[in-house]
């Protein structure tokens, strides 16, 4: 059974900069992906990554988040860049699987000055 472990949350101000990390225990050579679940809203998915480089992203979050992983280190990053209130969330990692999507137990990431 492969698990994730999230990393990297905290609180930032507004325009500033985070990298989340996800240990992957087991495969990790998987599709991957980021979500996110803002307080009173359905959890939204923030962008994939293939098993080699290939992403895709939500097209509200194009161009401030960038998910890259380390194969060698079993670790996906979500990288984000001028963060704003509304980023506000619990930051998931995913794990695309033959039985399904495996989550992470998320990382709060809290933008506020």
């Known amino acids: 059974q492969v698990q994730l472990t999230e990393s990297g949350g905290g609180l930032v101000q507004p325009g500033g900069s985070l990298r989340l990390s996800c240990a992957v225990s087991g495969n990790s050579r998987n599709l991957m992906g980021w979500y996110r679940q803002a307080p009173g809203k359905q959890r939204e998915r923030i962008g994939i990554?293939?098993?080699?480089?290939?992403?895709s992203y939500a097209d509200s979050l194009k161009g401030r988040f960038t998910i890259s992983r380390d194969n060698a280190k079993n670790t996906v990053y979500l990288q984000m860049n001028s963060l704003k209130l509304e980023d506000t969330a619990v930051y998931y990692c995913?794990?695309?699987?033959?039985?399904?999507?495996?989550y992470g137990q998320g990382t709060q990431v809290t933008v506020s000055s």
């Open positions: 990554i293939s098993s080699g480089t290939e992403t």
């Open positions: 995913a794990y695309f699987g033959d039985s399904g999507i495996i």
